[in-house]
């Protein structure tokens, strides 16, 4: 069965202290890779794309990398609204554009 | 501008009754979907419509019936509801083809409240 699975479920840190959070996935044939952050009472909201092993994305902060079976968002000395759940999701070859999500890693960034 | 928009924001209702939420998009999409985010935040697709046309359908229980009356509108509604139903729905919309059709956006949310 496909699966994604994001570490930790939630992480701590303190205002500029970077870190990185973990997607792995165990699907067969992978189309793409994505990231979404998720606000409190708010949907979630597009952040990258990752199609091939060894593709790295980047905005701002944040740092999206890609291997053959997982991919970590890099947090470069994160503040505090950066704070928020962030959602990874796949896409797999067979199908239409249905996603499948992890369970999100909720960050919350102290002052 | 909103790109993707839901209505009601809160709903809370009764079990046994029947209720609808409302999406629309304005961002020219052609594939609109409706996602559960249950109490874990786990958040997964029921539905997925294209140009009008159901093309995805995943288990869930009859009750459930969305309805596309053009490209930018998407309503779900709820026969009979019970407990289990409580969740936020999301809908979410997207391109129909291409590298970009995967990348999905969303509404704010419907969260339904059934006592």
């Known amino acids: 069965e496909d699966q994604v699975t994001q570490s930790p479920e939630a992480l701590r840190l303190q205002e500029g202290e970077s870190s990185s959070l973990n997607c792995s996935y165990t699907?067969?044939?992978?189309?793409?890779l994505f990231w979404y952050r998720q606000d409190p009472g708010k949907g979630p909201e597009f952040l990258f794309t990752l199609y091939s092993a060894g593709e790295e994305k980047e905005k701002e902060r944040l740092k999206a990398t890609l291997t053959k079976k997982e991919s970590f968002l890099h947090i470069t000395a994160p503040k505090p609204e950066d704070s928020a759940t962030y959602l990874c999701?796949?896409?797999?070859?067979?199908?239409?554009?249905?996603?499948?999500f992890g369970k999100g890693t909720m960050l919350l960034v102290s002052p | 501008d909103t790109a993707v928009s839901q209505t009601p924001k809160y709903l809370v209702t009764q079990m046994g009754n029947d209720k609808s939420i409302k999406c629309e998009q304005n961002?020219?999409?052609?594939?609109m979907y409706w996602y559960k985010q249950d109490s874990k935040k786990f958040l997964k697709i029921m539905f997925s419509?294209?140009?009008?046309?159901?093309?995805i359908n995943e288990t869930v229980p009859n009750r459930f019936s969305p309805k596309s009356p053009d490209k930018a509108h998407l309503n779900l509604h709820i026969n009979s509801l019970e407990l289990g139903d409580s969740a936020v729905y999301f809908c979410?919309?997207?391109?129909?083809?291409?590298?970009?059709?995967?990348?999905?956006?969303f509404g704010p949310g419907t969260r339904l409240t059934v006592t």
């Open positions: 961002l020219g999409h052609d594939t």
């Open positions: 979410a919309s997207s391109r129909l083809a291409g590298v970009r059709s995967y990348e999905q956006y």
């Open positions: 699907v067969s044939g992978l189309r793409g």
């Open positions: 419509y294209n140009n009008k046309e159901l093309i």
């Open positions: 999701a796949v896409a797999l070859n067979s199908g239409y554009s249905t996603l499948t």
